[in-house]
């Protein structure tokens, strides 16, 4: 069976710092695997895929994640961290025909 | 584009009452998921639509969990008899192919508590 985990319930950091929220994965075959972000009262918004190819994809707002096989590792990562990037951050992993499985989120607090 | 449209927003009922919710997917979206989150967790698989039918409800409590998608568009959930665990947000994702591959687009959940 599939499963994700994101070690950090809580990631604090100053605006303009960089950023890191951590992802790893368990599934059998090929991952796909995504980040999403949930605002306050608001559905899931996506904000980046890894299916193959390039390990470093770029997503929205400034966004990008690292793709790395050996470690079975998605981390998300920005340069420079906003206010605004303070939400609730969700890993997800699917493969083949199964639905996606998410993780338990991140919450990131980006402090002025 | 219009978002996927979820109803009610709120929805409160005592334990043993039965509930629904509303799923308006994207318009020429073939795929409809259902999603079902517990406070403090990540969305867990309830249920996956293509047009009409049912691809996937491995994950769907059928003792009191049912849901339709009776014209390939609108979905209805319903839960009968509800049990105080039940208390969550719902989310309605779609999809214009049903691929894994595929970003999903969830609307804003209806909020079950039941007490």
């Given at each position: 069976a599939q499963s994700v985990a994101q070690p950090e319930d809580q990631v604090n950091v100053a605006e303009g710092n960089p950023l890191t929220v951590k992802c790893t994965y368990s599934v059998s075959g090929n991952p796909y695997l995504f980040w999403y972000v949930q605002y306050p009262n608001r559905g899931l918004q996506f904000l980046l895929k890894y299916?193959?190819?390039?390990?470093l994809v770029k997503g929205s707002y400034g966004f990008e994640a690292e793709f790395n096989k050996s470690q079975t590792s998605f981390h998300l990562k920005k340069p420079s961290a906003l206010v605004s990037d303070s939400a609730l951050y969700f890993c997800a992993v699917a493969s083949g025909n199964t639905p996606l499985v998410f993780g338990k989120g991140t919450r990131l607090s980006v402090i002025a | 584009e219009a978002g996927v449209a979820q109803s009610p927003r709120y929805k409160i009922i005592e334990k043993r009452q039965s509930v629904a919710f509303w799923c308006n997917p994207i318009s020429g979206h073939a795929t409809l998921y259902w999603y079902q989150q517990i406070l403090g967790q990540g969305p867990k698989f309830l249920i996956k639509f293509q047009n009409n039918g049912v691809?996937?409800?491995?994950?769907?409590?059928?003792d009191r969990f049912s849901a339709e998608r009776l014209k390939g568009v609108d979905s209805t959930l319903k839960i009968?008899?509800?049990?105080?665990?039940?208390s969550a947000v719902y989310l309605c994702a779609s999809t214009?192919?049903?691929?894994?591959n595929s970003p999903l687009h969830f609307g804003n959940g209806t909020r079950l508590t039941v007490t």
């Open positions: 299916i193959t190819g390039d390990n | 691809v996937d409800d491995s994950q769907l409590p059928k009968q008899p509800a049990k105080l665990e039940d214009s192919v049903g691929q894994p």
